[in-house]
Structure formats: structure tokens, C-alpha cells
């Protein structure tokens, strides 16, 4: 399985995709945040991994990407409410999520697995979420909910943000666990 995971960060993602085998490139804009992802890669015994590790803007890559055919099982997407690339680029996700959707969805497999996407943005519920990412890939199944942090000795919860999923299938013989 191949997985594409953009607006990588420090790279949670990436390891949970290395640890249960599947080749993944792992995009940020921040040079930084890359090598802070490199390096929990071997923290986690994973340096060895078959992860392709980028530092680049999201879109002039899926465009290279694009042309260059390579296609992912699964991609993963994270993208931030404002961020500033390393040549001054900006990406704000009310105006450039749509392009970012439709440069992932030419990059998905013939036999695409998930799409999973996460935002902490306000406004972006995960209705939200269920009708722009349904609508952009057509998925079998969309999924969604919210993300809370749960306080220790407290009924309170902190809502952190959304997710969501789309879901084609399995790998054969293999639950879904995208």
C-alpha cells in the first residue's frame, strides 16, 4: 500500500502508516517540521522505514507527482487554517482546500483505500467535512465525528477538532483500518 500524507507535521501519521508497512511519502512546507519528523522516526525504531520524506509546497508537488504518474492507495491530509511556505506561498483553507482536494483526487490508485482528512479549523464541522470530502472523491462510505481531548478527574471535554473519512475498501484479506 502506498500513502500520501500531506501536511505531514511531525509525523504521526507517517509512523502509523511505516509501522503497519505501507510505503508513505511524507509532504511539509517546513524543513523543520520534516526533520522533527525524521527524527521520531528513529526514535521509534522506524528510521529504516520506506518513507519518502519531502519538504515542499502541497500543491507544486501533487502537480509534479501528478505528471510524474505516480498514483497512492491512501492519502492523508491535515491542512492548516493559514500557513506560509518556505518561498512566501500562503495557503488559507477557505480559499485553497477545493484545489487541494481535486490535485489529491487525480493522485489516488485505480483501487483507492481512504482518504482521510482532519481540520482544526472553526467553521469546518464534520458536516461539513461529509459533504465537501463525499463530494470530491465519491467514496463508498463517508465517515466522520469530532475530536476531543478528554481531561483527566474532569466531565468536561475539549473539542479539538474534526475528521474524516473516506472509505473504498480493504486490501484483500485485510480489515480497513484507515
Known amino acids: ?38 527524527g521520531n522516526a ?3 525504531g522506524l528510521d529504516k522505514a520506506p518513507v519518502r520524506w519531502i519538504t515542499d509546497d502541497a500543491h507544486k508537488f501533487m502537480k509534479r507527482e501528478a505528471r510524474r504518474g ?24 477557505e480559499r485553497d482546500l477545493g484545489e487541494t482536494l481535486s ?26 467535512a461529509e459533504n465537501t470530502i463525499g463530494g470530491a472523491f465519491g467514496p463508498k462510505r463517508v465517515e466522520s465525528g469530532e475530536m476531543l ?13 474534526i475528521y474524516c473519512r473516506a472509505l473504498w475498501g480493504a486490501p484483500a484479506g485485510r480489515p480497513c483500518s484507515a
Request: glycine share 12%; with cysteine.
Open 1 to 38: 500500500m502506498k500513502v500520501l500524507n500531506l501536511f505531514a507535521y511531525s509525523g504521526g501519521s507517517t509512523l502509523a502508516c511505516a509501522q503497519g508497512g505501507a510505503e508513505t511519502c511524507h509532504l511539509d512546507a517546513s524543513r523543520g517540521m520534516v526533520e522533527w519528523a525524521r
Open 42 to 44: 528513529a526514535l521509534n
Open 70 to 93: 505516480r498514483r497512492y492507495d491512501g492519502i492523508i491530509l491535515d491542512p492548516p487554517t493559514f500557513g506560509r511556505g518556505a518561498s512566501g506561498e500562503t495557503y488559507k483553507i
Open 103 to 128: 490535485l489529491a483526487k487525480a493522485l489516488l490508485s485505480n483501487r483507492p483505500l481512504f482518504v482521510l482528512f482532519s481540520s482544526h479549523t472553526p467553521g469546518v464541522t464534520r458536516i461539513v
Open 149 to 161: 481531548l478528554e481531561g483527566a478527574g474532569t466531565t468536561v471535554d475539549c473539542p479539538s477538532g
